[in-house]
């Protein structure tokens, strides 16, 4: 039976993660106020980063999709695990053995992930420890007439599959290792003769995800009896996504969030002549195109600073693939977080071939020379007709103005237009004239779109259940004065303890708040006074409140607060605290005014007495608490 841990070991495991580390691996985060992280959320597209991470609370939240939770939902999440299945996973990270209770064990999912991995990470050992064999001298050539010494190879971790029907099976069979297991990793495959290796008699680079693990292979055939494909990618598996996997990232993560800059490159080789000639930004594909999880993987490492921008440069080889290859990223370049460019070596050459060739300065050089994609685009355009004609400039402009139109930037239109001016030999208000042109086209075509997708909800309407339960906790409209002053002042509550002591909590939780959902919260609060400021304390509000309002509380516990230092933080709650404190007293003070003109002083001469002496005491405190 799968799952069944015992509850104080996965509460041990939380305690020994900082959430913060295993975000990173893919997230690319940054200080964002005291005790806050920030990057851009893995759960949606955006441009600005509303992802916070709180890692002394053990917890995320992003402010533009509402996602949230704690590290055991965010790997569930990205890694798409069952709950028991992220608490291995990350018990395995910090080397924790669980207990499970009587009857239960490790899920079957998360054991044959494990496996999965063992078993890549025994046939990348076993395919290194090949590399010197006579069996591989072909790979060592291969290698050699590239530019890459032995010490290259052990830096890639290069292998080879040796020439042999079974050799690696019957290497992990005797290592323990299924067939079942095997097969899934992809690693053999069962066919009319038994079970075989899947590479032979080919160089091997394992590919590695964020983390560094072994996630599948890439093999690249050496001999001419081999009728496979050049190169030999592994199938998709339970860890092996090929649309989601870039060779290198492992070794190129923490430079491109340093950095903010990718090279894309096109192949295993050119990753490596880019690392080894100090472009360390350097990735490439896995046997597919380079895609929209591609871009999404990527843009998570990336910053949208504006004044900083971030930069994805693409190589690509001259030839037709290429070409079409490169439109395609061009085509694309709207969903980076970043300038996009285009670097293309002398005589057409990739990475590799220009460093075997000219040394790693000349692929710096390269790279250093990369253009802007959009005027790679426009000289692709126009590079297909005749220019020494008025018709084929004219034709030529006409091609090229929507790729000026698709600018989002509108800035850079008018000094785009006229470079192509210069380029075609044309009046610039000539080809301005040809760009609004595109441009009105392809605002009425993004009109056209909207009518037909409003034509298409109109006529399959959402359906409604009208038996269904009003929502409980009515929207919170932040805009109001009054709703977000309730909000920032549950957020000091949560967040800055330091602000104020226990029975100032008790006051403000039980002087009654407007929003039913903030009501809720305050008398979660309330309840978990005595745990304020300790690591308890967010926990066991999460459990005294209802699970429909856990996303309002993620909200308040992971909202950024308006200060970069622990002292700025004391001084906002502080302000807070005091301007709610104070509004409080101004409340109560009223109320006894109102009290004591009810009564008649002679009749009731002791409760006259009372209130003015409550009123006395309020004053007092009114004064203490820095009021005039």
């Given amino acids: 039976m799968a799952g069944r841990i015992r509850a104080r070991d996965i509460e041990e495991v939380k305690s020994r993660i900082n959430i913060a580390d295993v975000v990173s691996d893919y997230v690319a985060l940054k200080p964002a106020g005291v005790g806050s992280l920030k990057g851009l959320c893995p759960f949606h597209d955006e441009k600005s980063p509303s992802f916070t991470v709180k890692p002394n609370d053990g917890f995320y939240k992003c402010f533009g999709c509402g996602e949230g939770g704690d590290v055991y939902k965010f790997v569930q999440q990205l890694d798409h695990l069952s709950f028991y299945e992220a608490v291995e996973k990350l018990a395995a990270r910090v080397s924790f053995t669980l207990t499970y209770e009587e009857g239960g064990g490790p899920s079957p999912d998360h054991g044959l992930r494990n496996r999965i991995l063992e078993a890549n990470n025994a046939a990348a050992t076993f395919y290194q420890s090949q590399i010197m064999s006579d069996g591989a001298e072909a790979g060592r050539e291969f290698l050699k007439g590239r530019g890459f010494d032995k010490a290259a190879a052990d830096h890639f971790s290069i292998g080879f599959a040796p020439k042999a029907w079974a050799e690696l099976y019957n290497h992990l069979k005797a290592n323990g290792f299924t067939d079942e297991e095997l097969i899934a990793a992809a690693l053999v495959t069962k066919g009319d003769k038994g079970i075989y290796d899947k590479f032979r008699g080919r160089l091997i680079w394992p590919i590695k995800d964020s983390t560094g693990q072994v996630i599948g292979f890439g093999a690249r055939k050496l001999f001419d009896d081999d009728s496979g494909p050049k190169y030999l990618n592994s199938s998709d598996t339970l860890v092996y996504h090929k649309s989601q996997v870039l060779y290198g990232i492992d070794l190129a993560k ?351 001469v002791e409760a006259h007495r009372e209130i003015q002496q409550k009123l006395v005491e309020l004053e007092n405190e009114r004064r203490s608490a820095g009021g005039r």
């Avoid at 900083?308 to 980076?336: H, L, W």
């Avoid at 220019?387 to 091609?399: K, M, Y």
């Avoid at 300790?534 to 999460?542: D, K, N, R």
Wanted: charged share 25%; aromatic share 6%; hydrophobic share 45%.
């Fill in 254 to 604: 923490k430079d491109i969030s340093k950095k903010q800059q990718v090279v894309v490159v096109e192949g295993y080789t050119d990753v490596m002549a880019c690392h080894l000639a100090g472009i360390t930004t350097a990735v490439a594909t896995c046997g597919t195109a380079f895609g929209d999880d591609h871009i999404r993987t990527l843009n998570r490492m990336l910053s949208s600073e504006i004044d900083s921008p971030a930069e994805v440069i693409f190589t690509f080889d001259p030839d037709a693939a290429g070409q079409k290859a490169a439109m395609r990223a061009y085509n694309d370049t709207n969903k980076f977080n970043a300038q996009t460019f285009v670097a293309v070596g002398p005589d057409g050459l990739d990475p590799c071939d220009l460093r075997s060739q000219k040394g790693d300065e000349a692929v710096v050089a390269m790279i250093e020379n990369k253009k802007p994609i959009f005027e790679f685009a426009i000289k692709q355009k126009i590079s297909k007709f005749d220019l020494n004609s008025i018709e084929g400039r004219v034709a030529a402009a006409r091609a090229a103005a929507p790729v000026i139109a698709g600018i989002r930037d509108a800035a850079l239109r008018p000094a785009y237009t006229r470079e192509l001016a210069g380029w075609v030999s044309l009046e610039t208000n000539e080809v301005a004239a040809l760009v609004d042109v595109a441009l009105k086209a392809a605002r009425n075509e993004s009109v056209s779109t909207m009518r037909r997708d409003n034509i298409s909800a109109s006529e399959n309407p959402p359906q409604f259940d009208e038996e269904a339960e009003p929502q409980a906790y009515p929207t919170i409209n932040l805009n109001d004065p009054i709703m977000r002053f309730e909000r920032q002042l549950l957020e000091v509550l949560v967040q800055v303890p330091k602000a104020f002591d226990r029975a100032t909590a008790l006051r403000i939780c039980k002087s009654g708040f407007s929003a039913p959902a903030h009501i809720a919260v305050a008398t979660a609060i309330e309840a978990a006074v005595d745990h304020i400021g300790e690591h308890e304390f967010l926990p066991t509000l999460a459990m005294s409140i209802p699970a429909e309002l856990q996303p309002v509380l993620l909200e308040i516990a992971g909202q950024t607060l308006p200060a970069r230092t622990e002292e700025a933080l004391l001084v906002y709650g502080q302000g807070v605290i005091a301007r709610d404190v104070s509004a409080l007293l101004a409340r109560e003070k009223n109320e006894l005014l109102a009290a004591l003109r009810r009564i008649d002083p002679a009749v009731e």
